[in-house]
C-alpha cells in the first residue's frame, strides 16, 4: 500500500494542548502548516549553472496549491518564476544543449495536461502537443530536434460509450473502476511544434492506471532508437511482468530489449552502448529495486554488494558509475556506484537527500533535501564528492520554532534483526520526567522511516508526547533480508518487530507506560490494527486508510498480484487460504479495547473503505468507543489543503483527548 503525505493547516481547527506546551508560543503548531512550500522535481541545466524546479505554495482560500516553475542560478542561489498561473506543473527537462526548458502544464483547451517548450533566451513557452489524452511522460532527442512522449488512448468505442453502450469486462481492475481503461503507447513530435506521430500500438502499455508517472521513454545515444518499459496491460495488477522494448524512432515493430520480468526505468550511458534498468533483486518480488547495467549483451547487478532497495538511480557523466538514491537505516543517503565493486556513501552531513537527483554534464547534483528540523529546500553539489549546498531558504520561518529533538534509535530485534526507528521528543522535553507516548507507523509496507523533517511528529511533539516511528521487517532501509522477511508474515513477525522498539523506548525512562497510543495511514494502518488486536497496551488509537481484511481487499483492490507475492497463492485456492485470514487484523477485532479513531478516502482505489467499514463495525459492536470519519475524494491520502488539515487536527485530537489525562481514568 503506498502512501503519499501532504501537509496543510487548518486556520479554524485548533486541538487542545497541554498547559506545557500552550505556554511555548514558538512551538510547531498547525498554522504553521500552510505556510510549509514544497519543492519537487529538480533539473539540473546541462552545463551545471542553473535548476529548474517547481514550487508548490500551499492557497487556503483556494484549497489549492499555487505553482510555480523556478529558475535558480547555481552559483549565487538567486530565483526567478519561469511561468505564471499556470496549473498542473510537471516533468521539466533540459533540451540537450541546455537552450530551452520543456515542460507538462494543463492546457485551457483540452483540459489535459500538454507539453510546452520555453526559450531560455527570452519568449514564451510554446505548446508543442494538443493530444487529446493529455502527455504522461517524454524525454528530448539527442539532437533536440524530436521529443518522444507516452499518452493515453482514447476508448475505441467512443460512441457506443456515449451511447451507454458502455458494459465493460473486469479483469484486474479494482472494484471502483467506472470504465474500461485504454492504454498508452509512445508517440513523436518535433520539438519546435508540429503533427505528432504515433510509434507503437497493441494491447500492451506503456503506463498502468495506479502510477504517478509512466516510466520515461529513453533514447539511444545515436538516436535511432527508443526504449521503453513494456506493461502487459493498462491494468496495475499485472505489471510485475513488465519487460524492456525498444524501436526504430522512424517506426517499426518494438523489439525486447531485456526479457526479465519487472524490469523497468532503463537509461543508456553516457558513453558506450550500456544501458541500466530497475529490477527487483533476482527477480523476487519481496527483495529490494537492483540496479542491472547491460554491456556486451550481458547483464549484471551491479548494486550486489549493498543487497538493499535502491529507490531511483541515474548515470553520472565521465566515470564508470552510477548515482544511487536509497535508504540506511533512519537516514536518506546517496551513493557512488562503480560498474564493479562497492559502492561508496556521499558524505551530505546532516541532509536527507530526496530521491530525485539531477546530475548536469559536468558532474555536478541537484536535488531537494531536508534535515531533521527544516523542511525540503533545493540543494547543489558541484560534484559527488563535494559538500552540499543549501540554494533556497523558502522555510526558513521553522528555523525559529521549536521542534522536538529527532534521533534514531536502534534495538535488538526478534529473529536475529538489528532494528531501529525514529524518536522524537516532547517540545521542552525535561530530563526525569515521562510523557505519554505515540506510535506513527509508516505505510508501504516496503518503506521506512527516517529523521528528516515531518510534520506530524512535530505537532504530536509539540502537544506533548514522544513520537516512536519504529521500522518493522518489510521497511526497506534495512537490506533484502530485513525486506523479504515479512513473506507469509505480513503481521505477527512486524508486530514483534514493533514491540520489541516499543521496550526499548520504555528502557530509556521517558515513557508514561500507561499513556500509549498507535497510529498510522495505509500499512500503518493495517499495523495500528494487527497491534491493538493482539497487544493490551494501547489506551488509543489511529488508523488510517487500513488494510483490515487481506481476503477482501485483495478481491476489491487494485493490486491482488502483489499481494499473492505476499502469501504465495490467492486466498481462494485451499493451498493458501487459512494464511490469508490468519493475518487479517479482523480475525482478532474482537480482541481490541483501545478507543480507535478511523479515518479514509471514500475513492481510496489503493486500500478501498470497505476495509475501515469492516473495522468500524466490528468495533462499534464490541462495545469499543470509535468514531470514523470520510473524506469524499479519490485518493489514497487527501491530497488538498483543508482536508489534509482536517486528518492531522483529528489525529492529534484523538491522542490528545485518551493520553493526555491522569493514568487510571476513564479514557471514554
Given at each position: 500500500?503506498?502512501?503519499?503525505?501532504?501537509?496543510?493547516?487548518?486556520?479554524?481547527?485548533?486541538?487542545?494542548?497541554?498547559?506545557?506546551?500552550?505556554?511555548?508560543?514558538?512551538?510547531?503548531?498547525?498554522?504553521?502548516?500552510?505556510?510549509?512550500?514544497?519543492?519537487?522535481?529538480?533539473?539540473?541545466?546541462?552545463?551545471?549553472?542553473?535548476?529548474?524546479?517547481?514550487?508548490?505554495?500551499?492557497?487556503?482560500?483556494?484549497?489549492?496549491?499555487?505553482?510555480?516553475?523556478?529558475?535558480?542560478?547555481?552559483?549565487?542561489?538567486?530565483?526567478?518564476?519561469?511561468?505564471?498561473?499556470?496549473?498542473?506543473?510537471?516533468?521539466?527537462?533540459?533540451?540537450?544543449?541546455?537552450?530551452?526548458?520543456?515542460?507538462?502544464?494543463?492546457?485551457?483547451?483540452?483540459?489535459?495536461?500538454?507539453?510546452?517548450?520555453?526559450?531560455?533566451?527570452?519568449?514564451?513557452?510554446?505548446?508543442?502537443?494538443?493530444?487529446?489524452?493529455?502527455?504522461?511522460?517524454?524525454?528530448?532527442?539527442?539532437?533536440?530536434?524530436?521529443?518522444?512522449?507516452?499518452?493515453?488512448?482514447?476508448?475505441?468505442?467512443?460512441?457506443?460509450?456515449?451511447?451507454?453502450?458502455?458494459?465493460?469486462?473486469?479483469?484486474?481492475?479494482?472494484?471502483?473502476?467506472?470504465?474500461?481503461?485504454?492504454?498508452?503507447?509512445?508517440?513523436?513530435?518535433?520539438?519546435?511544434?508540429?503533427?505528432?506521430?504515433?510509434?507503437?500500438?497493441?494491447?500492451?502499455?506503456?503506463?498502468?492506471?495506479?502510477?504517478?508517472?509512466?516510466?520515461?521513454?529513453?533514447?539511444?545515444?545515436?538516436?535511432?532508437?527508443?526504449?521503453?518499459?513494456?506493461?502487459?496491460?493498462?491494468y496495475w495488477g499485472p505489471s510485475f511482468h513488465s519487460v524492456i522494448a525498444t524501436m526504430d524512432a522512424g517506426g517499426g515493430e518494438p523489439r525486447t530489449l531485456v526479457p526479465a520480468e519487472g524490469a523497468m526505468n532503463a537509461a543508456y550511458a553516457p558513453d558506450g552502448d550500456g544501458f541500466a534498468f530497475m529490477r527487483p533483486r533476482g527477480g523476487d518480488q519481496n527483495n529490494g529495486n537492483a540496479v542491472y547495467v547491460t554491456a556486451n549483451g550481458k547483464s549484471r547487478d551491479v548494486t550486489g554488494t549493498l543487497a538493499r532497495n535502491v529507490d531511483s538511480y541515474v548515470w553520472l557523466p565521465h566515470r564508470k558509475s552510477l548515482l544511487l538514491a536509497g535508504g540506511e537505516g533512519t537516514r536518506s543517503v546517496l551513493w557512488e556506484q562503480p560498474l564493479s565493486g562497492a559502492a561508496k556513501k556521499l558524505d551530505l552531513g546532516e541532509v536527507e537527500a530526496g530521491t530525485d537527483v539531477s546530475v548536469s554534464k559536468t558532474g555536478a547534483l541537484a536535488f531537494v533535501g531536508s534535515t531533521p528540523t527544516h523542511p525540503g529546500e533545493l540543494y547543489a553539489m558541484d560534484s559527488p564528492d563535494a559538500k552540499p549546498r543549501r540554494l533556497t531558504d523558502l522555510n526558513t520561518f521553522v528555523d525559529s520554532l521549536a521542534l522536538g529533538r529527532t534521533e534514531s534509535i536502534e534495538w535488538p530485534g526478534p529473529d536475529g534483526f538489528r532494528e531501529d526507528g525514529v524518536l522524537t521528543y516532547p517540545v521542552g522535553y525535561r530530563r526525569g520526567q515521562t510523557y505519554p507516548l505515540v506510535l506513527v507507523i509508516h505505510g508501504g509496507p516496503e518503506e521506512s522511516s527516517t529523521v528528516k523533517f515531518a510534520p506530524l511528529p512535530q505537532l504530536l511533539a509539540a502537544a506533548g508526547f514522544v513520537v516512536f516511528q519504529p521500522n518493522y521487517r518489510g521497511s526497506n532501509n534495512l537490506g533484502d533480508a530485513y525486506q523479504h522477511a515479512i513473506l507469509r508474515d505480513t503481521g505477527a513477525g512486524p508486530g514483534k518487530d514493533v514491540m520489541a522498539g516499543v521496550d526499548a523506548v520504555e528502557k530509556l525512562g521517558i515513557v508514561d507506560t500507561q499513556r500509549i497510543g498507535v497510529s498510522g495511514w495505509s500499512y500503518g494502518g493495517y499495523m495500528t490494527t494487527w497491534l491493538t488486536g493482539h497487544y493490551p497496551v494501547w489506551k488509543a488509537a489511529v488508523s488510517g486508510a487500513a488494510l483490515t481484511d487481506w481476503v477482501m481487499d485483495y478481491t476489491v483492490s487494485y493490486y491482488q498480484t502483489g499481494d499473492t507475492y505476499f502469501f504465495g497463492g490467492s486466498p481462494w485456492v485451499a493451498k493458501y487460504r487459512d494464511i490469508w485470514r490468519q493475518q487479517s487484523p479482523i480475525t482478532y477485532a474482537h480482541n481490541v479495547t483501545a478507543p480507535t479513531l478511523i479515518m479514509g478516502d471514500v475513492g481510496d482505489p489503493n486500500v478501498p473503505l470497505l476495509n475501515s467499514y469492516e473495522w468500524y463495525h466490528a468495533l462499534r459492536d464490541n462495545g469499543v468507543p470509535v468514531e470514523f470519519y470520510a473524506y469524499p475524494v479519490d485518493t489514497h491520502f487527501p491530497k488538498d489543503i483543508v482536508r489534509t488539515t482536517d486528518v492531522y487536527r483529528r489525529w492529534v485530537g484523538w491522542m490528545s483527548q485518551h493520553l493526555q489525562r491522569a493514568p487510571g481514568a476513564n479514557p471514554g
Open positions: 500500500m503506498k502512501s503519499t503525505w501532504y501537509f496543510a493547516y487548518a486556520a479554524c481547527c485548533a486541538f487542545a494542548l497541554p498547559a506545557h506546551a500552550a505556554s511555548t508560543a514558538s512551538a510547531f503548531q498547525l498554522s504553521d502548516l500552510r505556510k510549509i512550500v514544497n519543492l519537487g522535481e529538480p533539473r539540473i541545466s546541462p552545463d551545471g549553472k542553473h535548476i529548474a524546479v517547481i514550487v508548490s505554495t500551499p492557497d487556503w482560500k483556494s484549497d489549492k496549491s499555487q505553482q510555480e516553475l523556478d529558475l535558480v542560478d547555481v552559483a549565487s542561489g538567486a530565483r526567478r518564476a519561469l511561468t505564471w498561473k499556470r496549473e498542473e506543473i510537471s516533468s521539466p527537462r533540459w533540451s540537450p544543449d541546455g537552450m530551452r526548458l520543456a515542460f507538462i502544464a494543463k492546457d485551457a483547451e483540452t483540459k489535459h495536461g500538454q507539453l510546452y517548450v520555453m526559450p531560455m533566451d527570452g519568449g514564451d513557452a510554446l505548446r508543442v502537443t494538443a493530444i487529446k489524452r493529455g502527455v504522461d511522460a517524454y524525454s528530448w532527442s539527442p539532437d533536440g530536434k524530436q521529443i518522444a512522449f507516452v499518452s493515453e488512448d482514447e476508448p475505441a468505442n467512443a460512441k457506443a460509450i456515449k451511447e451507454h453502450d458502455d458494459a465493460f469486462q473486469v479483469t484486474d481492475n479494482h472494484f471502483l473502476t467506472r470504465a474500461a481503461l485504454t492504454p498508452w503507447h509512445l508517440w513523436l513530435v518535433p520539438s519546435a511544434g508540429g503533427a505528432a506521430k504515433r510509434l507503437t500500438h497493441g494491447d500492451y502499455s506503456l503506463q498502468t492506471d495506479q502510477q504517478d508517472n509512466a516510466p520515461i521513454p529513453v533514447w539511444s545515444r545515436d538516436g535511432r532508437s527508443i526504449a521503453f518499459t513494456r506493461f502487459p496491460g493498462a
